[in-house]
């Protein structure tokens, strides 16, 4: 019998099947299903009140955040931005759209919500209590109830919570993400849902086993108190606009604004896919456990028709998604429905509105679930991890699966999704600074993005909003090292119609002894090209280049030795391309030589591009020689005497790197259009 | 006859130039509008001297100084019409600006859709050179002269002659900058530059770098323009005549001065408009001023508190990120051109599109065909159904028949509708005036008010209901507060020196020695200003932080010698300022460690305020020059209102709503509950109107 009829329906009746029954996948119980505050789901609600209530949203989710950003400790928080506030209602609905959160479901499970107090703060890490919220134990989630209501009948009327990614909560090594982990013992301290203020009155023996549980104490009890005064500092803000304009009134504006995105995204993204059915797949290549191989992250998508009996939608199903990985990389996703998966994924579908200016005005609220069904396999994948598998490195799958979705849904729409992007990954250095004490530098570097059918993809991006990277003339203050040049890594991005953005070229020169620790996918498989367009180059990290100690540094990597005066040289990841680069414009190509971004080399090999006269924005060399441009004719025969595209071709580019862990093929199945 | 002593403001805005003329013996003011000239920004400039003069029957020998508030660099950068120019930087860091901070603004997933905006310098004009620093100023590799000799030959056969130079911990040691400045004056003698230790001398290459590219970008402009009106000044009056220009900072600065520092200029005309209408509050009583200036398509909000508005240094123009310390001020797209219109979710949106002056407003009747705020306050009966005292009529029906069809689409009336627009225009200027008081941990309800400019004072009894504030303030002449403000600002500038270093570790020695550095530099600076040393004051600050953040706290450092009391002092004062801003802090936790990052030194050359006179004698109490039909609440509609012209309006009068005051570009009404009284000094004081005793 199939699972998916056991579970809750919002109401509807049980209907019939669309998945393969004989894949096993089957829907995520939850006891929190999707509905709605009011009767007619806020269609009467006053236009003026929910346009007033959705800027205040945004005002306070923006005012939590900015509070959390400028008192924050942690560097992936205060830099890399790994942190976001959101705000629920009080059927655990997100309201906010700009950013993805955890949820509210651990918390509402374990303390039952009317017999919550003012002033009582929830704290939560454990992944496997997170119903899939949480996919890692560094992140930390404080969740504050909001009350309003006359005084003596006041009630939780909606949550402000915010989680962050903090320097350290214990385990097997510092910054408790180890790259070898065989279990969640190794990865740190895991609290369940508990309340770490009760009524207004910290709970300070709990405070105390987290923080003496952490190499980090001092950064971990401060960042802790940015994000409890900051999420109480929302709550206060938002209990005031239910007390002026009265909890019926505001709440039938969360239901507008729930509502209304889900009308717009069925009118304006699933409007753009056809009916039918496609599946593709793409892989993590390590889990720093076993040899390299493709973990498989498989998505079968179902646009339904507008008269299907469960409602016109998407269908994700996650059947034929690799085992469980024995080191770090699962991600804990069917818990709730998978709601937060929904949301996370969501984004992608953005890149289907008309232009990039909308992509970016639509809103990722709790609207875009009703549209989304999930289907997960059995216990014991990669997406569906039994305790206590480790996953530290989950990012590996669930950024990974960012892709899957723009892959498989360019190929239901003709390629018109961006190729693909890597732009997270940790790397750093760590021992004892010029003065013997201990240090821990860590930064996420981005990568290039892939090329769009409208543009070329960007330099050293990051998919985080507002994620930074660390200033040299900051690093080399407080870390013995010098940064001697942070540049483009020449030719990285994709070849393509529109090129693949470029990952960072980095050397760090050592002042002294230290480790260099990693923690990167895509090292072996490259980000896709689509429609014609190349993959990227992938992730590198290589020590003393050029010299005589020259060696490359496995990406998953947790104590590589380095010695004072040698250099790391790391090349990050650059973007896929997009269409055929034997149609890109060939004074762009020029351009791009001139801008060091493709080599003259490159330009001839990937693009066809005959090149003229020199690089005259090279000082060495003066200016008094003809520019450097293209010879037209010349181009034109050499484009024309490559090898036209074929047909049955794959739709994908997945880079050199794939035939090393596919046993020599060049394209996966899925990767032909029609499969 | 002896010559009088007459001081000048000028304030070139979009439209129209304001001048203010002050008599520094008399106390007398006199105010004027003139077109502006964008062609050549000067003309304008000098027919409103003439304008105001002849006002206020003095000659030009009569003018003792003229103070500017200038948009010239600002339209600039917000056009973004930088010309070409050139970057010179580390060798090894040449992709400095592709690679930026590697951030992609706003939403989660937008990384796969987001289109870069094109860089300030384009890749093929920017140049490395070789020669390093570590970050205590200390050499690694000597500077390469003949790389630096190159570059420079380069750029000038290329024709780039506007360059920024930004060499790594620069803020440390400038010497090598200094260096390639001075090649750069032998071998390309023509060219405008800007080096970053003389911009900013603080950590961070990245944003140093942007803030002396957009320094170097308007430079050549704002010296043209400044140059030009001083030379023209100069023919005019036959002598040399003092000319300051407003500076973002809430100084003021000598164009001779100003032309080398022309990022300081960015913000100068919302930095003189918060000033004026402080001082204005100020002597009416009230020190904690919010203030709100509503132009035509957007307002400006900021906070002034004793006098002192709230800098920030993270401030930005346009696209473009600025360090240079600015004056706090907000920008919401809510103005009187704002335009209402229907997200495709069927929400309604007010702003930031505009409709400006042209095709404006559909009662202007210029072609205009998407409802704005103007259209919605006409339709209201809430502006008089002209412009400017009478001078231009307005279409209220066109107005409506526009509000009845949106408000069609959205199933409810058009009072409703329009109503509804300026409801949400005023939450948009309530969040602002939130964000810009919260983030300093500050209570808007302690604040009064103060609402100028030509839209600024149309939503006021709106936004005291949503914001709680207890008063709004009015002053006279609502449009012209900003070229008064120009009059009330001292001569300011400011220096700063990164020097990080944990509490623990200060030397108190090493603080006094950059202290007494950056206080030398303010002092020459004064004194090439013309002040006596007597006269010079200065206020050194520190930015602090614990170990750990990123973001700085600025706290006042005590005068005098630097001793560890002293840094106790500045530690105590982050602590609490810490708490005030973010609810906790870690006094007396000694694992917490308290880090000092930048000192800054202001160095400040106090000028002459013009008094504000108190008004004349009690007059007869006014008429109302009419009624008309007002609606202040779509439920309860339409009522008949007096209309009152506010130069009747004497002293000590009173006046209920519903009312409306209205005057030359300006109009306030008074929804019922809201009471108004003029003060003695011409002001319109709102409060809540007293409810009758409890029965």
Redesign the interface.
């Known amino acids: 019998m199939c699972l998916s009829c056991q579970t809750v329906h919002n109401g509807s009746a049980p209907a019939a099947h669309h998945h393969d029954a004989d894949t096993g996948s089957r829907r995520a119980p939850t006891q929190f299903p999707f509905g709605t505050l009011t009767a007619d789901a806020g269609r009467s609600a ?3 009140l ?3 209530v ?3 949203l945004a ?1 306070v989710e ?2 939590v955040e ?2 959390i ?6 560097p992936m928080i ?2 890399a ?1 790994d942190f ?1 506030a959101g705000i629920h209602d009080r059927l655990l609905r997100k309201l906010t ?4 959160s955890a949820l509210v479901h651990p918390v509402a499970r374990d303390f039952p919500i009317e017999e919550m107090q003012e002033g009582d703060v929830f704290f939560h890490n454990d992944v496997y209590l997170s119903e899939g919220g949480i996919g890692h134990l560094p992140d930390l989630c404080v969740t504050v109830p909001v009350f309003a209501g006359p005084e003596g009948k006041r009630r939780v009327v909606a949550f402000i919570q915010a989680f962050g990614h903090h320097d350290d909560i214990g385990g097997a090594v510092p910054g408790s993400m180890p790259s070898h982990a065989t279990s969640v013992f190794e990865e740190g301290l895991a609290v369940p849902p508990i309340k770490l203020w009760d009524a207004g009155v910290p709970n300070r023996a709990a405070l105390t086993i987290m923080t003496r549980n952490s190499r980090m ?3 971990l009890a ?1 960042d802790l ?2 994000e409890c ?2 999420c ?2 929302g709550a206060r ?1 938002l209990g005031e606009l239910f007390d002026r304009y009265g909890t019926e009134t505001v709440e039938s504006c969360f239901d507008a604004i729930i509502d ?2 889900t ?2 995204y069925r ?2 993204i699933l409007a753009k896919i056809p009916v039918g059915t496609w599946t593709w797949e793409d892989y993590a290549e390590h889990d720093g456990v076993d040899e390299p191989q493709l973990h498989t992250q498989r998505i079968t998508l179902t646009r339904t028709a507008a008269d299907d009996p469960e409602g016109e939608r998407l269908v994700l199903d996650f059947a034929g998604t690799g085992p469980q990985a024995k080191g770090p990389i699962n991600h804990c996703g069917d818990y709730s429905d998978g709601v937060f998966l929904k949301k996370w994924l969501a ?2 579908l ?2 289907l509105a008309d232009t ?1 200016e ?3 005005e639509l ?2 609220n709790e609207g875009v679930v009703p549209l989304i069904d999930m289907r997960f396999p059995p216990p014991g994948t990669l997406l569906t991890p039994v305790f206590p598998a480790p996953t530290n490195a989950r990012t590996f799958v669930i950024l990974r699966l ?1 892709g899957v979705l ?1 892959g498989v849904l360019a190929k239901a729409v003709d390629g018109r999704m ?1 190729a693909d ?1 890597e ?1 997270i990954r940790y790397t750093g250095v760590y021992g004892e600074d010029l003065e013997g004490r201990s240090y821990l530098m860590r930064e996420v ?2 990568g290039g ?2 090329g ?1 059918y ?2 070329d993809g ?12 660390l ?4 690093t ?2 407080r870390f013995p090292f ?1 940064v ?5 890594a020449l030719d990285s991005g994709g070849a393509g119609q529109f090129r693949g953005g470029l990952g ?1 070229e980095k ?1 760090i020169r050592m002042l002294k002894d230290a480790h260099f620790m990693s923690i990167a996918d895509r090292s072996i498989l490259a980000c896709w090209g689509v429609k014609g367009g190349k993959a990227g180059r992938p992730f590198q990290v290589t020590i003393d280049p050029g010299g005589p100690n020259e060696r490359d540094v496995d990406a998953l990597a947790d104590a590589e030795p380095v010695v004072a005066g040698e250099t790391i040289r790391i090349r990050t990841t650059g973007g896929g391309g997009w269409g055929n680069p034997l149609e890109r414009d060939p004074a762009l190509v020029v351009r791009d030589v ?4 493709v080599s003259p080399e490159a330009a001839l090999a990937d693009y066809g591009v005959v090149l003229t006269g020199e690089l005259a ?1 090279d ?2 060399t ?2 008094g020689q003809a520019e450097l441009g293209y010879d037209a004719a010349a181009t034109a025969s050499e484009r024309a005497s490559r090898p036209v595209p074929a047909a049955d071709d794959a739709f994908f580019d997945r880079g050199p790197g794939y035939g090393t862990l596919s046993g020599g093929a060049s394209a996966a199945a899925v990767d032909l259009l029609g499969v | 006859m002896t010559a009088r002593r007459i001081r000048i403001g000028i304030d070139t805005g979009g439209t129209f130039t304001d001048v203010v003329a002050f008599d520094e013996d008399s106390g007398e003011v006199v105010t004027t509008k003139t077109p502006s000239t964008p062609g050549n920004p000067a003309d304008g400039f000098l027919a409103g001297i003439d304008k105001v003069l002849e006002i206020a029957g003095a000659q030009f020998d009569d003018v003792v100084a003229v103070s500017h508030g200038t948009t010239v660099a600002t339209n600039q950068l917000l056009e973004g019409k930088v010309d070409a120019l050139g970057f010179i930087t580390t060798a090894g860091y040449e992709a400095m600006l592709e690679i930026a901070r590697q951030s992609v603004p706003d939403g989660y997933g937008n990384s796969y859709f987001w289109v870069k905006p094109d860089r300030i310098v384009p890749r093929d004009l920017v140049q490395g050179v070789g020669g390093r620093l570590d970050f205590t100023g200390a050499e690694i590799r000597p500077f390469d002269e003949d790389g630096a000799r190159r570059v420079a030959r380069w750029f000038r056969a290329k024709g780039i002659d506007t360059l920024g130079v930004c060499f790594l911990h620069a803020y440390a040691n400038p010497a090598h900058e200094e260096r390639m400045r001075a090649i750069l004056a032998e071998e390309h003698p023509d060219a405008v530059v800007s080096i970053s230790s003389e911009v900013l001398r603080e950590y961070r290459e990245y944003e140093r770098s942007m803030t002396t590219l957009v320094d170097a970008a308007v430079k050549p402009k704002l010296s043209r323009y400044v140059t030009n009106i001083k030379d023209r000044l100069a023919t005019q009056s036959g002598r040399t005549v003092p000319f300051y220009v407003m500076k973002s900072n809430g100084g003021v600065l000598s164009a001779d001065e100003v032309v080398h520092q022309p990022i300081t200029t960015v913000l100068s005309g919302p930095a003189a408009g918060a000033l004026g209408a402080a001082l204005i509050a100020k002597v009416a009583g009230f020190d904690k001023v919010l203030t709100s200036d509503g132009g035509g398509t957007s307002t400006d909000v900021s906070v002034v508190i004793d006098g002192d508005p709230t800098l920030t240094t993270e401030g930005s123009v346009g696209v473009y990120p600025s360090k240079i310390p600015m004056i706090d001020v907000v920008t919401v797209g809510a103005g009187g051109g704002s335009i209402a219109w229907l997200s495709p979710e069927g929400t309604l949106k007010v702003g930031p599109h505009s409709a400006g002056a042209d095709p404006g407003p559909i009662c202007y009747r210029k072609g205009g065909a998407e409802v704005t705020i103007t259209d919605a306050h006409v339709f209201l009966g809430r502006i008089p159904p002209h412009l400017l005292g009478g001078e231009i009529p307005l279409d209220v029906d066109a107005a409506s028949a526009a509000i009845q069809q949106l408000a069609g689409k959205l199933g409810i009336t058009a009072e409703a509708c329009a109503t509804g627009i300026l409801e949400i225009s005023a939450w948009n200027q309530a969040n602002a005036l939130r964000q810009v008081t919260v983030k300093r941990g500050l209570d808007v309800r302690d604040f009064t008010l103060t609402t100028f400019g030509g839209s600024g004072s149309l939503l006021l009894c709106r936004l005291m209901d949503i914001l709680n504030v207890p008063t709004v303030l009015v002053p006279p002449n609502p449009g012209n507060v900003s070229a008064f403000g120009l009059l009330t600002v001292d001569v300011k500038n400011d220096y700063v020196q990164t020097h990080v270093a944990l509490q623990e570790n200060l030397d108190p020695a090493d603080l006094q020695h950059d202290y007494d550095a950056l206080t030398e530099r303010a002092a020459a600076a004064l004194t090439k200003e013309g002040f006596a040393e007597a006269d010079h004051a200065f206020v050194r600050t520190a930015d602090v932080r614990y170990f750990g953040q990123a973001f700085e706290v600025r706290v006042g450092v005590p005068d005098g010698p630097v001793t560890t009391e002293t840094l106790t002092t500045v530690a105590d004062r982050f602590h609490a300022e810490h708490r005030v801003l973010y609810g906790y802090d870690f006094s007396g936790d000694p694992s917490q460690q308290v880090e000092v990052v930048n000192l800054r030194v202001s160095g400040i050359g106090p000028i002459k305020r013009p008094e504000i006179l108190r008004a004349d004698a009690p007059r007869p109490a006014p008429q109302p020059t009419g009624t008309r039909s007002v609606c202040f609440d779509a439920e309860a509609g339409y009522v008949e209102t007096p209309i009152f012209w506010r130069p009747d309006l004497p002293a000590g009068q009173v006046l209920t709503g519903p009312v409306v005051i209205e005057e030359f570009g300006s109009t306030v009404p008074v929804h019922p509950g809201f009471t108004a009284r003029v003060d003695d000094f011409a002001n319109i004081i709102v409060t809540r109107t007293q409810q009758t005793e409890e029965s």
Do not use: C
Not at chain 1, 484 to 488: I, N, Q, T, V
């Open positions: 006053d236009p003026v929910v346009e007033i959705q800027g205040s005002a923006h005012e900015t509070a950003a400028r008192t924050s400790r942690s205060r830099d931005h976001r759209g700009r950013s993805y104490p001092e950064s401060a108190d940015a005064s900051a109480l500092m803000r209304r995105s009308e717009t009118r304006e984004p992608i953005r890149n990039p909308r992509m970016a809103d990722v960012l723009a961006p992007q732009t570097l981005g993005s892939g769009r409208y543009a960007e330099d050293t991006i990051h998919v985080v909003p507002d994620s930074r990277n200033p040299t003339e900051f080399e203050s010098v001697e040049s942070l540049g483009l960072y050397h001139v801008w060091r971004k924005d000082p060495s003066g200016s």
